[in-house]
């Protein structure tokens, strides 16, 4: 019996990688595939032959730290002038060049977006320029969403609470998480705290993550985590000065608790 092919998305999860990569490979022949239906399609002896090809080349080194600050400043002007297209070469270069996206998001991203917002401050920026450069990135972000392998580490749900409408922190800590082989459940910004109770008590959640934007938010945002931890849900709670790279070791020492 003939094993059935797969879409270009059945395959990219199969491999692990984004659905575009997977498209790339198939437009540069390194990947064949026919067509049905107008759709490309992918066999899965073909499949498994370019996995092994994957681990039996040994990748290139990830892009330096160097690399990463010359490419933030260009990110930080393609994000001022709203050039979304450099935004997203950029970051899908980085990535395809073996960097993580936690890595790009926190060292390529993050800068130019703390420094639109200072000049906000001090009314060098409007707000729509710091609003169209997180919608970019929110954009950005979607095209190079990680895609891991293997067995997950628990399910984690990443909210901001009600008062804080950033929800562009959100969705980085939630990418950062599921690159570190969690599942994630984003539930955004602006969250009321009884909605987030209904919601630990619908699903089987290890772990919460709450986003906080000012000390108000992180003041409150630590008083219902503190209330949440003792009901049974661990929560760990962000704020100015912590990294994503911190939020992925400290989701990890919480599920090994």
Known sequence: MNTPSLSLD???????VHYQTVYRWVRSGRLPAGKVGGRYVIGP?????????????????????????QQSQAMERALFAGDETTARRLV????????????????????????????WSRGEAGVPIEHRASAIVERLI??????????????VAVAALAGDRHS???????????????????????????DLEDFLHSRDVDLLVLSATGDDQRHKALGVGHELSEAGTPTLVGGRGQTLP????????????
């Open 168 to 194: 562009l922190p959100t969705l980085m800590a939630s990418v950062a998480l599921r690159e570190d082989n969690w599942h994630t459940e984003h539930l955004g910004g602006d969250l009321p705290v009884a």
């Open 10 to 16: 059945e395959a990219a999860d199969e491999l692990g």
């Open 45 to 69: 002896d073909d499949l498994a032959a370019v996995d092994a090809s994957r681990t039996e080349v040994s990748a290139p080194p990830p892009p330096t730290a160097r690399r990463l600050t």
């Open 142 to 155: 979607g095209d190079v969403s990680p895609n891991p392998r293997g067995r997950r580490r628990g399910a």
């Open 92 to 119: 899908r270069r980085l990535v395809d060049d073996g960097a993580s996206v936690t890595d790009v998001l926190q060292q390529v991203v993050v800068p130019p977006l703390v420094e639109i917002g200072e000049a």
């Open 246 to 257: 911190d939020l992925q070791l400290a989701a990890r020492a919480v599920r090994r608790r």
